[in-house]
């Protein structure tokens, strides 16, 4: 019988984790392990904060469309002693551009989007154009809109109001980090911490995010996630773009309004995406060289921008096929993995949270079976291919 859980990481993923066992079952005892309670370098609150249906496999639209239906009544699911939380969602919706190059794939993923329930419309270069006046569409065939249920929320909102939610219903969080794990034969027996605690627990949830690999390693298990570092810059600029979404450049350059200024980025080439970079640097001259001059070919009257602010912050990027680990691990009995969603963790998070719970109370997934994204495929070497990686 499971009483005892240990939840390292109280992120999103590992504050959904808590706030679904305890809801499910106030019986179990949930230690939640935070070894940054600010969240001041958190992957949820330095992200861009945005939740979309424009993937292409299924498991990933599904996860998305849970994901909104949460966000959109989060006020009545995490309200805590009368107060609901706002998150200020948006639903200005995702703006995926395509050329000829891409335009097949863009269909595929429309047919697949909308087949599963996604309000997704495809908008072939007129209708682009019409639609949004301020777009040079010279190089575009079309693109996918998102007219409801995309858009963009604050993060950091999100994961306190699961924390403190989860809190409320007997969840404890603990200001320290995990330092090392006791086991017996194929079971881990406690958890060891910064400051000198031993933690009995009858299951563990890695749920550390970045540093879910330092975790894994604890184990012995090898787990194919890296933190990487993106940069996020915030710039104003006189253009007045009306209904504008989050815009996905056909090269991967990012747009959205940020009230009323913008925010942008984009990942940078293999070659100079290390691991572990420091987060208190920004990679300026992706922006000089790469953002600036593809914002100023898709919107002309980004000509004139300026950089107002920037910050980076981390991916739990899986190098393996970057879609999310969920599940047991074939050698350690009592331990799930709920790691490497490379920048889909907020929006994947609800789903995340609830199928782990699931797994945990019942034994398998009943809500949504997320064993597609087991660690059976990692060792297997069967990656899940997700085509719209952003």
Known sequence: MISKIVVVGGGVIGSAVAYFLRS???SVEVTVLERD???????SALSAASIRQQFSTPLSVQMSLYGIEFLRSIGERLAVGGEAPSIDLHEGGYLFLATAAGESILRENHALQTSLGAQIRYLPKDELQAAFPWLNTEDLVAGTYGVSGEGWFDGYGLVQALRKKAQSLGARYLPVDATGLRRAGRRVTHVLTSAGEELACDLMVNAAGPWARRIAQMLEVELPVYARRRSIFNVSSPAKLERCPLLIDP???????EGSTYICGTSPSAEHDPNDLPLDEVDHALFDDVI?????????QFEALRVQHAWSGYYEYNVFDHNAIIGYHPDIENCVFANGFSGHGLQQGPATGRGVAELILHGRFVSLDLSPLGFARVLENRPVIERNVV
């Open 292 to 300: 600036w001059p593809t914002l100023a070919h898709r919107v002309p």
């Open 37 to 43: 309670p600010s969240y001041a370098r958190a992957s």
């Open 251 to 257: 090269s991967g350059v990012y747009f959205r309004p």
């Open 24 to 26: 499910m079952d106030a």
